[in-house]
């Protein structure tokens, strides 16, 4: 057999191989500035891990800070396929995904790393088929647990009233207006605008988005308990799944588990808690530790909560006990109960 026909033997016989070797490239989109932690530590990251371990078959595309659409629409554009990948804030549509809004509960979670994969686990089972049945969910993204940052020190419930305060989604809006304060809708990157202008006078924020948005001139009192939390989503369109080959799948797979949940989290965690310990070592920062009675007092004042969600979650037509002692159980399994 001469060189050429062995070269053509060759080539056929890689032809099956190049074909089975897929190459794709994914749009992956969010809503917050590219470089602040939750892309920088928590998405980028991940991405990154899939591309490596798909041996560069697989591109993911960013297109951070609403270039794709806005926030509470990201959802939809992954379900519809405008996108193949969305971060989502399902708090960012109230009412839309009841079972999902336990998360937003006040005074439930301690540590979010341990706490996304007690999520991850629990809205799989109890949560996800039901609610968002027109997309894969790949992972649970939480920030540590945010602390309520205010002009004025507050350690008590009652000093919520006749304040104004911009919460971190529906369910805080709902306990500010349940103690007697005004809750103060704004996008995140408006924030600081507001306290100067004093529009609000608090904030329920993350720990390290005192520095994300240039906050500590504005309020710089922090109430130093685990005070509520938002866990975002990762979604994927069934689509852009199913089209994938099966080896593809398989890095997806191996990337959207329980466990990479807490993986993904780890970085926002870590900034918070660096952002934390700046603030602690800042003269002019006043960090207020609660009392037992005062953390009691808070947990009383945030049960009319939890009794608004198993109603809102019975009128879906879903068995609330259950639904909550999973949760519970998730989070205690995981050491993550507050």
Sequence with gaps: MNKISLALCALVAATPMALHA?????????????????????????????????????????????????APDHYDMAAQGIVDMAWVNPGYTAGRFPIYALTEV????????????????????????????????????????????????????EEISGKTIRPAHATMARFVSLLGGAPVQVPAPEVREALSRGVAEAVTFPWGSMYDFKLTDEVQQHLDMPFYMSAQTLLINPASYD???????????????????????????DDD??????????????????????????RAAAEPLIAEWREAVAAKGGDADAIYDGYIKALEANDARY
């Design 273 to 298: 808690m660096a952002a934390r310990e700046k603030l602690i070592a800042d003269p002019e920062q006043v960090l207020n530790v609660p009392t037992d009675e005062e953390i009691a007092a808070w």
């Design 106 to 157: 006040p005074f439930m979670v301690s540590d979010s790393v341990r706490g996304a994969k007690a999520i991850h686990e629990w809205y799989a089972e109890f949560g996800a088929p039901a609610e968002m049945p027109d997309v894969k969910l790949c992972f649970i993204h939480p920030h540590a647990p945010g602390a309520l940052h205010s002009k004025v020190k507050i350690t008590k419930p």
């Design 243 to 269: 089209a994938l080959s099966d080896e593809n799948k398989a890095v997806i797979d191996a990337h959207c588990t329980p466990e990479q949940s807490s993986v993904v989290a780890q970085g926002w965690f």
């Design 22 to 70: 897929q190459e794709v490239t994914l749009r992956l989109s969010h809503w917050i500035p590219a470089g602040i932690a939750p892309a920088a530590e928590g998405i980028e990251p991940w991405a990154k891990a899939v591309e490596a371990a798909s041996d560069g078959r697989i591109e993911i595309k960013i297109f951070p800070a609403q270039q794709m659409g806005k």
